[in-house]
């Protein structure tokens, strides 16, 4: 099984995000190559003169994407994995928000329950660092949790 399938991989959780903003009125700037693993912001968007840049993760699989590892499960379960992603995804937006001040800036995050609550344990901090969140669900719908 191709992991890039999941509805929860990253570059699908970035498709959907996309598709809001689009929908939203807002003109993508940029946009980071998710299947090549290419770094940089993952999303970059502009709406009445004001700049958007969203940090994406996926939630961890139990498979491995390498195809020379495709047949073998991950020792490590996802719902552990989970917060390591989380912190990188929220310590990347702290940094995008520090180089960036006048921008608005976002975490895109498939709505898992463990996301979730590692949201609700941070989010009274997120507010304050006025990092938005964008939780993208199954069907490709996104919830806003803050300004855009």
Partial sequence: ???TN???WEGNIVDAVIDYLVEGGWTIVSMADTYAKEHGEDIRALKDGRALIVEAKGYPSRLYRDPRR??????TNPSTQAPKWYSHAIITAMRLKHRNAAATVAVALPDIPRYRKLHEETAESLSKLDVTMLFVGEEGDVERVGPL
């Fill in 1 to 3: 099984m191709d992991v």
């Fill in 6 to 8: 999941e509805w929860y």
């Fill in 70 to 75: 495709v047949r073998e499960k991950k020792r």
